[in-house]
């Protein structure tokens, strides 16, 4: 036997694998949480896991098929049992839960924006900007004659990202 035969089928001894896993192309049906609903050839299959781990930490990826589309799911059992989906045609969601960082793009932008605590923030700054005044050679004291708007997070803010 080659040796990439026999670190197989100790993997399989050790995994106490007995038969091989199938892959199949199935339409999604419906999202309940971190399961699916799946329909292969006219049959519906329930309960797709979302995450082909399940471990019960909180840290996790979780990719939410759209609707209507079409997903690649593994039958880690070989009778139908353990369906996991490990890939998408079309996507609606991802949710990440990191317990330590999450790095979009590198990195080289910093960490994101707490977009409620920066419009206080600014407001803030306006606020103080339109109460200031300013002395005036005749003892009297001068406002700004233009008053700077608030700020509006809904003008800056982009909804489909959230942390």
Not at 62 to 68: A, D, E, M, Q
Not at 99 to 108: A, L, P, R, T, V
């Given at each position: 036997?080659?040796?990439?035969?026999?670190?197989?089928?100790?993997?399989?001894?050790?995994?106490?694998?007995?038969?091989?896993?199938?892959?199949?192309?199935?339409?999604?049906?419906?999202?309940?949480?971190?399961?699916?609903?799946?329909?292969?050839e006219g049959m519906k299959l329930t309960d797709v896991r979302l995450r082909a781990v399940v471990n019960g930490e909180d840290s996790k990826i979780l990719v939410t098929?759209?609707?209507?589309?079409?997903?690649?799911?593994?039958?880690?059992?070989?009778?139908?049992?353990?369906?996991?989906?490990?890939?998408?045609?079309?996507?609606?969601?991802?949710?990440?839960?990191?317990?330590?960082?999450?790095?979009?793009?590198?990195?080289?932008?910093?960490?994101?924006?707490?977009?409620?605590?920066?419009?206080?923030?600014?407001?803030?700054?306006?606020?103080?900007?339109n109460g200031h005044t300013h002395p005036v050679p005749n003892g009297a004291s001068s406002t700004p004659t233009t008053e700077a708007a608030t700020f509006d997070k809904?003008?800056?803010?982009?909804?489909?990202?959230?942390?």
């Amino acid at each position: 036997m080659d040796p990439l035969s026999e670190i197989r089928e100790k993997i399989k001894r050790i995994a106490n694998i007995t038969g091989s896993f199938t892959c199949f192309t199935a339409k999604v049906v419906s999202v309940d949480g971190e399961t699916c609903d799946v329909e292969l050839e006219g049959m519906k299959l329930t309960d797709v896991r979302l995450r082909a781990v399940v471990n019960g930490e909180d840290s996790k990826i979780l990719v939410t098929p759209k609707i209507g589309s079409h997903v690649l799911v593994v039958d880690l059992s070989g009778n139908l049992s353990q369906l996991a989906v490990v890939g998408y045609s079309e996507v609606e969601k991802i949710e990440i839960d990191a317990n330590d960082k999450i790095i979009f793009n590198g990195g080289n932008n910093n960490g994101l924006i707490q977009i409620d605590k920066l419009t206080q923030k600014l407001n803030e700054l306006v606020n103080t900007f339109n109460g200031h005044t300013h002395p005036v050679p005749n003892g009297a004291s001068s406002t700004p004659t233009t008053e700077a708007a608030t700020f509006d997070k809904n003008f800056y803010e982009d909804i489909n990202i959230t942390h």
